[in-house]
Nanobody, 123 residues
Framework: QVQLVESGGGLVQAGGSLRLSCAAS????????LGWFRQAPGKERESVAV???????YHADSVKGRFTISRDNAKNTVYLQMSSLKPEDTAVYYC?????????????????WGQGTQVTVSS
């Protein structure tokens, strides 16, 4: 199984931008579909964006047009570029990996998870 470490979270004002990174190690990166999930206090975890092994992507409606998922297979890293951030984007963001080529949006389909990185958007 791949090991995942997120970075790039922090405090930002509404309208600002952040880029999250997730570095993978321990297995062949290109075999994995990768996703970003988030969980806000008192809310269920939700899928934010997913990218499969050939670069196909899914973005949740709530972030479409503002967030972009990408991957750099040479660096074993997946990114989440977040722009036009809103206070409701405040959450712990988790990177996850799925050893399969297809896009899935349920967390139960992902076998490896990072420790999470906090994103706080102030109004």
């Amino acid at each position: 199984q791949v090991q995942l470490v997120e970075s790039g979270g922090g405090l930002v004002q509404a309208g600002g931008s952040l880029r999250l990174s997730c570095a993978a190690s321990g297995d062949t990166f290109i075999r994995y579909t990768l996703g970003w999930f988030r969980q806000a206090p008192g809310k269920e975890r939700e899928s934010v964006a997913v990218i499969n092994v050939v670069g196909g992507t899914y973005h949740a409606d709530s972030v479409k047009g503002r967030f972009t998922i990408s991957r750099d297979n040479a660096k074993n890293t997946v990114y989440l570029q977040m722009s036009s951030l809103k206070p409701e984007d405040t959450a712990v963001y988790y990177c996850a990996a799925r050893l399969a080529p297809s896009i899935r949006t349920m967390g139960a389909h992902f076998g490896s998870w990072g420790q999470g990185t906090q994103v706080t958007v102030s109004s």
